[in-house]
Nanobody, 119 residues
Framework: QVQLVESGGGLVQAGRSLRLSCAAS????????MSWYRQAPGKQRELVAS???????KYTDSVKGRFTISGDNAKNTVYLRMNSLKPEDTAVYYC?????????????WGQGTQVTVSS
């Protein structure tokens, strides 16, 4: 099992920054990608950013140029730096760990951290 603990959410004004952290523990050796998702009230959960074990990153269009995903392998932690925040970034942000092994695959999720951006 993999345990994911997010932190760093909060209430900020538009234009400001936040950094989310996701600390992973447990059986992480088969994890090949870490991602941040978000879910706003009344909306479906969406992928925000991801990073593979090889360091390849991708972002949803609405956050490109504003958000940066990075990882610290020594700390088993993934970060999401969010700059120039907008009210539409308000959501619960979830950390995801995707694993693949022997033809099987699955996902682990954190409990989520609330990000609220006021105008």
């Amino acid at each position: 099992q993999v345990q994911l603990v997010e932190s760093g959410g909060g209430l900020v004004q538009a234009g400001r920054s936040l950094r989310l952290s996701c600390a992973a523990s447990g059986s992480i050796f088969n994890v090949n990608a870490m991602s941040w998702y978000r879910q706003a009230p009344g909306k479906q959960r969406e992928l925000v950013a991801s990073i593979t074990s090889g360091g390849i990153t991708k972002y949803t269009d609405s956050v490109k140029g504003r958000f940066t995903i990075s990882g610290d392998n020594a700390k088993n932690t993934v970060y999401l730096r969010m700059n120039s925040l907008k009210p539409e970034d308000t959501a619960v942000y979830y950390c995801n760990a995707h694993w693949e092994y022997g033809g099987s695959w699955g996902d682990h999720w954190g409990q989520g951290t609330q990000v609220t951006v006021s105008s």
